[in-house]
Structures are given as C-alpha cells and as structure tokens.
C-alpha cells in the first residue's frame, strides 16, 4: 500500500506579520463608527446635523439668558452645483455598463414586454367599460452616484465664540465647554465636529463659522476642516470682520449628503416638539430648492418669555463616583488635606461628617494627612465605604426643568388642545443622581392622531427614535388605566408628554436615543406624574360630560314643550266638556283653572311659554348647586395660621403656609 504525498505548493508560505501597535485619534474613532453619533446613514446624518446644531444655539443662547431666535435652513444642492463647488467638471458618460443604473438588453425587452402587456390588459378593460388604473411608474435604480447633498445653515442670537478658540473648538473631537457634572442637552459632547466629520467623509468639503460675542466690533470668520488621523483642526481661513450691524451670536454652515425625501417628516417633528419644549424661543425653518413645489418654511413663534434658569454645575455625590473618577479628583483637587478633600470635593459631606468618614476609614488616615499621597489600596477603602456609608440624596437645585408654565405653554401652542393638564415632581435621585420628571397630558388637537402619542424629551431634547422600549413609552401603554379617568386610549387623540431633566440621563443603546425602563425610581417617577395629569383631567372631562348631559336634557325638554302644551290644553277641554254636560262637577283650583280656560286667559302659547321658562329655571338651579358642589370639594385649601398683635415682636405679622412665608409689618 502506497502512502500519498500530498504535492508541494509552488508559493512559499507568508510569514505572519509582525504585530504593530497602532493607535486611533478620537475622531477616526467616530469616523469609524459614526452610528455610535446618530450618523447610520445619509437621512439620519441630515436629520442629526440639524439636531446638533438646534441643540447647540439653544445652549449658547440659554447661557446669556437671550430669548433664542434660531434661523434653520436646508437648501437643496444639485449634483452640477456640487460638482462646481468642488471644481469638478461634469463629463458624459462614456461605458453606460459601469454604472448600476445600465439597463441591459434581456433587461429591457423584458421590461418592454411587462409594459405591453399592461397596455392590452388595459384597452381589454376598456372595451369592456371597466376603470382603468394609471400605470405605475417603473422603478429605477439608484446608486451612489445618485446621492444627495444639502448645505446646512443655523443661525443663532448667542453668547458666539471666542475668536482664538473657534478651531478647536470645531476640529478637534472630545474637546469642549460642556463636560463638567452638569444637565446638558449633548449626549457625547460631539456637536458639530461630527457634522464636520460626516461633511469631510461624504463630500470633502469644509465648514465655515462666523461668529461674533456682544459687545465686538469685529465678527469672526472661520473655514476649515479636520485632520481625522491626528484630531486636530486643518484650517484654511481665520480672519475677523467688520461688524456693523453690531450682531451677536454664530452662524454654522456644512455641505453634508443626505437624504430629504425619508427623513422630511422626522425632522419637521423634530422641530415641532422642540417648539412644545422651549415655547420661549422662536425658530426659523427652511427648506430650499430648484423646485419651488418643494420650497418649506415653518415659523415657530415665541410664546412667552419665561426662561428656565441656566442648569449649574454640581460637585460628585459620594454614592455615584468609582475608583478612576476619585483618582482624578484627587489629582485635579486644589486641596491639600483629606478633610478638606472630602468637604468641598463632594456634596453633602460638611465638617463633621467628613471627620466622621476619616474616623471610620482606620488608623493610617487623619484629617490633616496629604491629600495626593493616598496610596491605591486607601484609595480603594475610600470608594469602599463611600458605597456603604449613608448620605442626603443631592437637591435638584442645579437642575433646569423646562417648568409647568412653559410645558403647559407649549402643548397649547402646537396641538391647540381641547383639554390640557401638566404636572411637575420634586427632584427624586437615582444612583446618587437628582433628576426632575415633567409630565403632560392632552386631549383633542390639531394634527394628533386617534389613540396615545408619545411625546417623550431628556434634559429638554426631543428622543423620537427606539420609542418601543422607552421608561415613557412603556408606562403610558401598560401601567395607566386610562379608562378609569373617562379616556378612551384608542378613540381619543390622546397626547402623552414626559420631560425628564437629570445631570447623568441612563440612555440605553449606542445612539442614547432612549431611556431603560429598569431603573424603578425613573419608573415610578413617570407613572406618578402622568396619574398627576390624568387625575387633573378627569374633574375637567366628568365637568363636560355631566355639562353635555344637562344640555342634551334641556334641549329635549324645550323640543317637547310645545306637545306637552298641547296636551295639557287638550286634557282641560276635556274637564270643561265633562263640567258642561253636567256629568262631573270640579270646585277649588280646578274650578278656577277652567274658568281662566273659558275666558282665554289659558292659551297653548302660555303654557308653552311657562313650561320653557320653568326648564330654565331648573337648569339654572341645577347649575349653580353643580358649581357650588364641586368649588367647596375640589378647590385645594392650604392652611394659614395668623399670629395675635400681643403676640408678635417687631410689630410685624407671619402668615404661614406650606408654600410661602407673608410677613404683614403694622
């Protein structure tokens, strides 16, 4: 028995290459990974432009407390146009079978053939007098060369940039103003530098700022783009400019591809909801095009003029930091001893509780010891009994939430409610975090929908993507038993607002685009304050309910009233006919009665008349004692305790409530 040799290869085998330690930039990492942004494709890159940048000139105008006057606009870029723009010569085709949209011979005697065949199915209809369908358009292939690409402009009344900070702060990734413990609108930090990136992938164009900051004679004027690879900014113009017109504020404009026609009704949606959150800031939106059938503009008016105070920075809460946050701490800390670490580093830790800490830590801690000499092992038993140890859950007082005033504002303004009830929670914590739930809830409307929608908001943006899994979404369709608050969830336009407002949101997923429902005291928060809203508009809609039901009752009873005269009158005759042939006498009232019927004072059209009149005499009656009910039992009462005059010192007078202190000087 032969053994077979199996023949020799002819190539020499490769040698495994030796692994090199490469490293990536932040922004080739989001290059790489641009779903991680919200960049998944060219609709959702347009839609997230937007997004960013609406997002960004709130926040700059917010921080001067200037009413934000926000200018949007998309315009609509034809590939010739962009090819100029980037000095590319349009050329003719030369080999039609490169190209994905080539329809190919068997391809286009089958599609004549389709369309033959549809021509006689049609003459035979109407021969015989059948309707005739329209032909479908035949579909065409697009690829990429037929893509889309849009310039973008946002234009913002703002606080504006620094000039010398304008390149860093747009090319150069995870660099920022935003990354203290604060309730901010950004969920990466990115901003427009993702929009930069998208722009230098899909059309290698730059970005251009101008920018100017109150008070400045000059505006300053930026172009440039971003080296990927080493994450710092390529720039090609960086001058300032006169500012006549004395403006203040920054206008960003980047050519990005995208996709319109898909994401149109995902970014008006987004606008609308962001006019319902912020009623006090008016947008501007446009959309631009060759065709002037597709042209959009949309105003947003202002509605008031109350703003939300500006979300402050708050310091670490013991029971949310880990070991690699309480490392840095101590390496940034200007403090030189533990307790002086642990007091101001932290909230609610004062003097004698920190003395307390440094007590239980052990015997090689002291109050006095260096604060950067802590080995990592103390380290350690710090974050250790941090995490057992009970502390005061943080205040919500560095929180913005947009207010009951202004939510209740903007449901008004934008869906034209017939009934509208709003709710606002005191700040609640959650892993050592205070957050703010804000609820509404609405019935009827303009352009809602039959059945519950969904309006869901974090830190004051709008979330529309990934609703199905949403704290929100979740609560409203299977913990609210909307039928015992007199609201028909699949008949009614319902609308369902929740604003939650926190210095760390616990978004789920890569995109952040909503919250988990398994955090219990986020869970609770929202059904308690949506059951709020409900309890609200249950007074109101049992109000209208009884209210339809006196009227309907009114109204039955004047439409008969002329039959009943009738047959009160006719019924008299009758007596009078009996008392004439002598066969039944009546005396006392009925007597009289007759007598007034005998000489006309009794007429038809009188008692018709009384009838209508005692109709309205009882609703009113009834009316009043609904509303004097239902003052004394569903009006909120709180108790005010007044002081005697022999009692008070300094002459002066409290008046104590739950809410407020009046203090009446005599």
């Known amino acids: 028995m032969e053994s077979s040799k199996k023949p020799k290869s002819k190539t020499p085998a490769k040698k495994p290459k030796d692994s090199v330690l490469e490293q990536k930039s932040p922004a080739e990492f989001f290059a790489e990974n641009k779903n991680i942004a919200g960049f998944d494709n060219p609709g959702k890159c347009l839609y997230t432009t937007v997004r960013e940048l609406v997002e960004n000139s709130l926040d700059s105008t917010e921080s001067i407390s200037e009413l934000p006057l926000i200018e949007i606009t998309i315009e609509d870029i034809e590939k010739s146009k962009f090819n100029s723009m980037i000095g590319l010569v349009d050329r003719d085709r030369v080999d039609e079978e490169l190209y994905d949209d080539h329809e190919t011979a068997k391809a286009r005697e089958k599609r004549l053939a389709k369309e033959a065949q549809a021509q ?196 670490h809460h013991p029971s949310s930091v880990d070991l690699l946050l309480i490392k840095r701490l101590i390496e940034e800390t200007s403090k030189q001893n533990l307790l002086q670490f642990l007091q101001h580093e932290f909230v609610n830790i004062g003097k004698s509780y920190a003395e307390r800490l440094i007590g239980e830590l052990g015997p090689e801690f002291s109050p006095k010891m260096p604060v950067k000499s802590l080995t990592s092992q103390q380290i350690v038993r710090i974050h250790q009994l941090f995490r057992q140890a009970k502390f005061n859950d943080p205040s919500g007082d560095c929180l913005s939430p947009a207010g009951e005033y202004n939510l209740r504002l903007g449901i008004i303004k934008e869906l034209h409610p017939e009934l509208v009830a709003t709710y606002s929670g005191s700040a609640q914590v959650f892993e050592g975090h205070p957050f703010i739930v804000e609820a509404g809830v609405s019935v009827g409307g303009k352009d809602v929908k039959q059945g519950l929608n969904i309006f869901r908001f974090a830190n004051r943006i709008p979330l529309l993507f990934e609703q199905g899994a949403d704290v929100v979404t979740r609560t409203a369709l299977k913990r609210i038993n909307w039928s015992s608050y007199k609201i028909n969830q699949t008949q009614d336009k319902v609308g369902v607002f929740v604003s939650i407002v926190s210095t760390k949101i616990p978004f789920k997923g890569t995109g952040k685009e909503y919250i988990g429902d398994d955090i219990t005291e986020i869970a609770s928060a929202v059904k308690s304050a949506i059951q709020h809203c409900c309890i609200q508009l249950k007074t109101k809609i049992v109000k209208n309910i009884q209210a339809r039901e006196q009227k309907e009752r009114k109204r039955n009873l004047s439409k008969y009233a002329e039959n009943v005269a009738g047959a009160v009158c006719g019924v008299l005759k009758q007596m009078q006919q009996i008392q004439a042939s002598k066969k039944r006498r009546y005396d006392g009232k009925e007597a009289e009665i007759l007598k007034k019927l005998s000489s006309g004072m009794i007429t038809k059209e009188m008692v018709k008349e009384k009838l209508v009149q005692h109709v309205e005499q009882v609703d009113s009656e009834m009316a009043m004692e609904f509303a004097a009910n239902s003052g004394v039992s569903e009006e909120p009462r709180e108790c005010i305790y007044l002081q005697s005059l022999e009692a008070a010192e300094d002459n002066f007078i409290d008046l104590h409530s739950p809410l407020f202190v009046f203090r009446l000087f005599c």
């Open 120 to 315: 006689e199915l049609q003459a035979k209809n109407a021969s015989l007098g059948k309707k005739i369908k329209e032909p479908a358009a035949p579909k065409t292939m697009k690829g990429r060369g037929g893509a889309a690409f849009f310039r973008v402009t946002c234009k913002d009344n703002g606080r504006g940039m620094p000039h010398d900070d304008i390149p860093n702060m747009f090319g150069r990734v995870l660099s920022g103003t935003k990354y203290g413990l604060k309730q901010t609108r950004g969920k990466f930090g990115l901003g427009a530098k993702m929009a930069l990136i998208w722009s230098k992938m899909s059309t290698g164009l730059p970005i251009d700022i101008s920018s100017s900051m109150k008070g400045q004679s000059y505006n300053s004027f930026c172009r440039l783009d971003i080296d990927i690879h080493r994450n710092i900014p390529h720039v090609h113009i960086h001058e300032k400019r006169d500012n006549k017109d004395r403006w203040h504020g920054a206008e960003i404009q980047v050519v990005i591809e995208g996709n319109w026609t898909t994401y149109r009704s995902k970014i008006l949606h987004y606008m609308r909801q962001m006019a319902v959150i912020t009623p006090y800031a008016e947008f501007i939106f446009k959309f631009v095009s060759d065709v002037s059938d597709k042209n959009v503009t949309i105003r947003f008016a202002r509605r008031t003029d109350v703003m939300p105070p500006v979300p402050l920075e708050t310091k």
